[in-house]
């Protein structure tokens, strides 16, 4: 193995170093608990502030409105669950879309159990949705819109600005899940007119277990995690003072370097232009509306998990559809909400960049993919069918 090359951003993220010196006097000296009247929880109660205000400062939001949670399928569980319960009497309808994270989803197939009925609406071959189609499944008992930012497995980027003024003039509360578009493009939820959003901090280089969730101030919800009152009554469970002070730094970092995506973008478009040289090769989702980071391609006649696999041996860290999906070897439902048909979605791959990868990352890439794929062809009998 030459060289490691980690390219799987969109599934996790190392800690940065920033981060990791934030966080570490909140083990060593501010371990207080942040409820406590004494100064060793005042200490750890400051920290918490400051980092409210820092994050609400970086997506224009008031401190009050950012809900700490232990990840961000937790603050997606919670805006949908919570928003769709405390509007029940006005109607039991929700609008989402085919392509969102699972913890989207089944949060809403718990839901559809309670009673509720959801309109999973389609994209296109290029993973968009339009706002017509949106306001077009509008009803009168519709109180809640659920459409994710970007895509974690295509990196698609979705109309949201639009899709909310929708919503809006509909009284209609928006959440979105923008865990996949912090730090890769701008996240102003008053630009935006969300009424809830959702962010992650290990996909930003904050540790694993910590979250936040937007809450407008207004918006009617109810709690999913009972307790003692912290997080304004909203969020049980004592606060988690390290995390909460290292999402904020990585925020800070992430929001700082955005303009060095555009370096990421260049990488990830070379990658491109030459992997699509690969003959039976495909890329997956829109190409303008896109993250700077992510590619996903699909090749004919092979299996991504056995390709994923092939690259690990060469040091090479990328995945098959999504972390998720790549457990169940179930065909990715975002590639057949495309309309990819499962053996193709089956080839498929996905490369995530950061701003730590390099030229010679992508050099190195493209020197093992294309034999990788060349080898796994000539042992597959699905490649030899297509011959
Ligand atoms: C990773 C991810 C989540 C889940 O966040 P966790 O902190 O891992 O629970 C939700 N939505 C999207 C789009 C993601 O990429």
Redesign the pocket.
């Known amino acids: 193995m030459d060289r490691i090359v980690y390219a799987d951003n ?3 993220t190392s800690v940065s170093e920033n981060v990791i010196n934030a966080m570490m006097p909140c083990f060593t000296e501010y371990w207080g608990n942040p409820s406590s009247l004494y100064s060793g929880g005042r200490n750890a109660a400051n920290i918490i502030s400051g980092a409210r205000e820092g994050i609400a400062g970086l997506l224009g939001c008031r401190p009050g409105e950012i809900y700490f949670t ?7 569980n919670w805006a949908l669950k919570g928003a769709a319960r405390a509007n029940q009497k006005k109607g039991r309808h929700i609008i989402s879309q085919k392509t ?5 989803l089944q949060a809403l197939a718990s839901l559809q159990k309670e009673g509720y009925e959801v309109t999973y609406l389609g994209v296109d071959r290029d993973g968009i949705l339009t706002p017509g189609e949106v306001e077009a499944a509008i009803r009168p008992d519709t109180t809640l819109i659920a459409i ?5 497995e295509i990196g698609t980027i979705m109309p949201i600005k639009e899709i909310a003024a929708v919503a809006k003039a509909h009284k209609i509360t928006m959440f979105t ?4 578009a912090i730090g890769s493009i701008p996240v102003n939820v008053t630009d935006l007119g969300v009424d809830m959003l ?1 962010l ?4 930003i280089r904050a540790p ?4 936040l969730l937007y809450i407008k101030t207004g918006t009617r919800i109810q709690n999913l995690i009972d307790g003692g009152g912290q997080e304004k009554g909203k969020r049980g469970g004592t606060e988690n003072t390290a995390y909460i002070a290292g999402l904020a730094r990585a925020m800070e970092d992430a929001v700082e370097g955005i303009e060095d995506m555009e370096r990421v973008k260049a990488l990830r478009d070379r990658l491109a232009a030459e992997i699509i040289k690969i003959p039976h090769t495909r890329i997956n989702g829109s190409m303008k509306y896109r993250l700077p980071g992510n590619l996903n391609v699909a090749f004919e006649g092979i299996e991504g998990e056995s390709l994923v696999l092939l690259l690990d041996m060469a040091g090479i860290s990328a995945s098959t559809g ?2 998720c999906s790549s457990a169940s070897l179930e065909p990715s439902h975002v590639l057949l909400a495309l309309g990819i048909p499962a053996e193709k979605a089956h080839g498929s791959l996905r490369l995530t960049l950061s701003r730590v990868n390099t030229e010679e990352d992508a050099d190195y890439i493209l020197e093992k993919l294309a034999p990788a794929v060349q080898r796994l062809r000539e042992m597959s009998p699905l490649w030899n069918g297509l011959q």
């Open positions: 969109a599934a996790t232990a990840s961000g399928s937790e603050a997606n969102e994270h699972p913890a989207v994710m930012y970007a895509n974690n899940d923008a865990v996949q959702s992650s901090g290990h996909k694993k277990g910590i979250g999504s972390a």
